[in-house]
């Protein structure tokens, strides 16, 4: 049990989740301030006396992803000049996670140049959920919680209409994650093995396994430009009935993808997290949006209290 104070502190990125959080906790929120100056500078402030305590700070590195960034790493050297006795860093969505290798020959290592970014301006911990890329967690020195937002996405269908569904991976990196929805769900299992030609464009060239007669449940860890919704045509062909729903942890949801499901017909629902604040520009009839605030809420206490983190919430 800590004996120091438990404080939550949000950035700008997406405080109703941190309010949903504190809620939960039964806890205040962190005072502070974030301006922008008119040369597009940050200037943060934190607006209360933290010496000494636990703070655990809330901010998704969503769009825009730099000033976001540049907001966390100002807040964790403030906290630190404040006197805190830790930061621990909870990042719903952490930036650059598609950047984690050299792909090609004199690329940079984004993810990794993140990480040394956090640890260096103090931070003692890191929360995230549904990373892109595992081999992540190894760019840190310092304890990392690698959440998932799994169970609380397949609890949605656990409903009699997706009995005769099929749980469909959209390329054989996230085949593990989808082998867990089709575990929790005892339904079957389907993988695509796509190519991707270039940052915005992939092209799907087989599919495994059993589709025919099934509807597809789509998973991935985010949905941005919406290349996985390009990928349907592959599924009906190969004999997929009914209408498409997808789980998606991570909505960034750029134009193009809004488009798909204004267009597309085949698509009846997109399930996502709120990890990313979803505005109402983006709030399509389409999507239904599932708060991860009590597992961002439950991980936290167990973290301050120095109690373990049940397996199941742990991305494995």
């Known amino acids: 049990m800590s004996y120091h ?5 949000t950035g700008s990125a ?18 502070s301030t974030t301006r922008r100056l008119p040369d597009s500078e940050i200037h943060v402030m934190i607006d209360e006396v933290v010496r000494d305590q636990d703070i655990f700070l809330l901010q998704p590195c969503s769009m825009p992803v730099n000033d976001h960034l540049m907001e966390l ?6 906290f630190r000049r404040a006197s805190a006795h830790s930061v621990s860093v909870v990042i719903p969505y952490f930036p650059y996670s598609r950047q984690e290798r050299m792909a090609r020959g004199r690329e940079a290592i984004s993810a990794r140049v993140v990480a040394n970014m956090l640890e260096l301006m103090g931070a ?48 054989v990196g996230r085949a593990s994650m989808a082998g867990k929805y089709a575990e929790l769900l005892n339904l079957p299992l389907v993988v695509m093995q796509k190519r991707r030609t270039s940052f915005t464009q992939t092209s799907t060239t087989h599919v495994v396994g059993d589709i025919e007669g099934r509807r597809p449940i789509i998973i991935d860890d985010m949905m941005a430009g919406g290349s996985v919704l390009k990928q349907l045509d592959a599924l009906y062909e190969h004999g997929a009935e009914g209408k498409a729903a997808f789980a ?10 809004l488009e798909i ?14 990890t990313i604040a979803v505005p109402p520009e983006k ?18 206490n167990r973290i301050h209290q120095g109690r373990s983190i049940s397996p199941k919430l742990i991305l494995v």
Not at 149 to 165: H, V
């Open 14 to 31: 997406h405080p109703e989740l941190a309010r949903e959080v504190t809620d939960i906790l039964g806890v205040e929120l962190g005072r």
């Open 283 to 300: 709030r399509h009839p389409k999507i239904e949006v599932i708060s991860i605030a009590p597992l961002l809420a439950d991980i936290i």
């Open 248 to 257: 998606i942890t991570h909505p960034i949801l750029l134009p193009t993808a």
């Open 73 to 78: 790493v100002l807040y964790l050297d403030a």
């Open 124 to 171: 003692s911990r890191v929360v995230y959920v549904d990373i892109h890329s595992r081999a992540i967690q190894g760019f840190f020195n310092i304890p990392v919680d690698p959440l998932t937002a799994l169970p609380i996405l397949a609890d949605y269908f656990r409903k009699p209409e997706f009995s005769n569904a099929a749980i469909v991976s959209p390329d």
């Open 5 to 9: 104070p438990l404080r939550i502190f």
């Open 261 to 274: 499901l204004d267009r597309d017909d085949r698509i009846e629902k997109l399930v996502v997290t709120n």
